[in-house]
């Protein structure tokens, strides 16, 4: 049988294989036993992307909507919010908006030097909040046009913003390029 047919939620799959010049050849797959789905449903998740460009890079190679598209569509194979789907057996989800694109007055050439994101944030958090209501989102991921040469990163311990509806504390990550937001062939 083909692969494809083994790997349905709920059925626990077992490979045996040996090691060729450094890669894993499967040489055995087999079921070892059914598992019962798991009915529970998380909480969906609401992400809040903020698009934006430099004093030199002020770019915006895509809309609101093919970004929305990449991260939220979860009938976009290559969104974000249908790998979550799919890596959770459909119990978590993810929601959200994407705003944009906002101008930073620092040099995409220079931002590295700079402290990178992290001064990026104390600048566009204040041009954004006229638009976004923060306290509606758990996480914010900040997206450029293009590589910084600074790396993409992600933080699990929450950063205390503070927005016209007060406080919040967001986990946050941030992209280096639009690219990393999945196959730009799929923008539609």
């Known amino acids: 049988s083909s692969i494809e047919s083994l790997l349905v939620p709920g059925t626990k799959v077992n490979i045996e294989g040996i090691s060729i010049e450094n ?3 499967p040489v055995e797959i087999f079921t ?3 598992i019962s789905p798991i009915t529970t449903r998380t909480k969906g998740q609401r992400l809040l992307v903020l698009l934006i460009n430099y004093a030199d890079d002020n770019s915006t190679p895509l809309t609101l909507s093919q970004s929305y598209n990449l991260v939220f569509n979860a009938a976009n194979e290559s969104s974000i919010a249908n790998y979550i789907k799919e890596v959770s057996y459909s119990r978590a989800s993810l929601t959200g908006d994407v705003y944009g694109w906002y101008s930073s007055s ?3 050439s220079k931002i590295c030097e700079m402290g990178g994101f992290d001064i990026i944030l104390s600048e566009i958090i204040p041009k954004a ?3 976004v209501n923060f306290s509606k989102y ?3 991921m900040i997206v450029a046009p293009s590589n910084t040469g600074c790396g993409s990163s992600a933080a699990s311990i929450p950063k205390t913003f503070y927005t016209n509806e007060g ?3 967001l ?3 941030q992209l280096s ?3 990393a937001l999945g196959n730009g062939n799929d923008v539609h």
């Open 23 to 25: 890669e894993i050849v």
């Open 32 to 34: 070892t036993r059914n």
């Open 106 to 108: 620092y040099n995409k």
């Open 129 to 131: 909040d006229p638009d």
């Open 138 to 140: 758990q996480h914010l």
């Open 167 to 169: 406080k919040v504390r």
């Open 171 to 173: 986990t946050y990550s």
């Open 177 to 179: 390029s639009y690219i």
